[in-house]
T-cell receptor
Framework: QVQLVQSGAEVKKPGSSVKVSCTAS????????ILWVRQAPGKGLEWMGG????????TYAQNFQARVTITADESTTTVYMALTNLGSDDSGTYYC????????????WGQGTRITVAS | ETVLTQSPDTLSLSPGETATLSCRAS??????LVWYQQKPGQAPRLLIY???NRATGVPARFSGSGSGTDFTLTISSLEPEDFAIYYC??????????FGQGTKVEIK
């Protein structure tokens, strides 16, 4: 089991960028895939993208491809999700999750990071 | 892009009853589908993977079935803690895909 701790809540201006971190402890970071999911207030789940550190592979959902970058720092077992050109509809809670690559029988989630975009 | 449509949007049931939730895909997923449960203020919890396998620690009253484009999550004998929102997601090995819009199971 991997424990995931995300960075704290942020308030951002429209047009700015945000970078959210997700730090893993326990387990073997390099064998895991880390995914990012967004949830606007009162709305459903939106898959954003993910990374497999051991393969240096990233993938992004079509809706976010132009604005999101996911990176991993294996030395600190931390994954980052950066989102640019923020608008008010980017407000919400951002979650990271982790599972052993190739296995779907269990996964762990971070506590979520609330991002508010307001002028 | 494959679209997942869940039905119904809301299911009103009493504890002890059986909940049947549907997830329909716009193209075949084979068995690459997962189900999540989410309660207010909490992260989602994985219930079912590969359409019909219970995730680690999930009670036996949760079961999944289906393949191709039609999938079902069944919750037998609802417990008070089962009232929540349920999402399906397409999950081939890699990359993952879109979520359905969710079904809320509420107390009647």
């Amino acid at each position: 089991q991997v424990q995931l701790v995300q960075s704290g809540a942020e308030v951002k201006k429209p047009g700015s960028s945000v970078k959210v971190s997700c730090t893993a402890s326990g387990g073997t970071f390099n064998t895991h895939a880390i995914l990012w999911v967004r949830q606007a207030p009162g709305k459903g789940l939106e898959w954003m993208g993910g990374i497999i550190p051991m393969f240096h592979t990233t993938t992004y959902a079509q809706n976010f491809q132009a604005r999101v970058t996911i990176t991993a720092d294996e030395s600190t077992t931390t994954v980052y999700m950066a989102l640019t050109n923020l608008g008010s509809d980017d407000s919400g809670t951002y979650y990271c999750s982790s599972h052993v690559y190739g296995s779907r029988k269990s996964e762990d989630w971070g506590q979520g990071t609330r991002i508010t975009v307001a002028s | 892009e494959t679209v997942l449509t869940q039905s119904p949007d809301t299911l009103s049931l009493s504890p002890g009853e059986t909940a049947t939730l549907s997830c329909r895909a716009s193209q075949s997923l084979r068995d690459s589908l997962v189900w999540y449960q989410q309660k207010p203020g909490q992260a989602p919890r994985l219930l079912i993977y590969d359409a019909s396998n219970r995730a680690t620690g999930v009670p036996a009253r949760f079961s999944g079935s289906g393949s191709g484009t039609d999938f079902t999550l069944t919750i037998s004998s609802l417990e008070p803690e089962d009232f929540a929102i349920y999402y399906c997601q397409q999950r081939p090995n890699w990359p993952p895909g879109t979520f359905g819009q969710g079904t809320k199971v509420e107390i009647k």
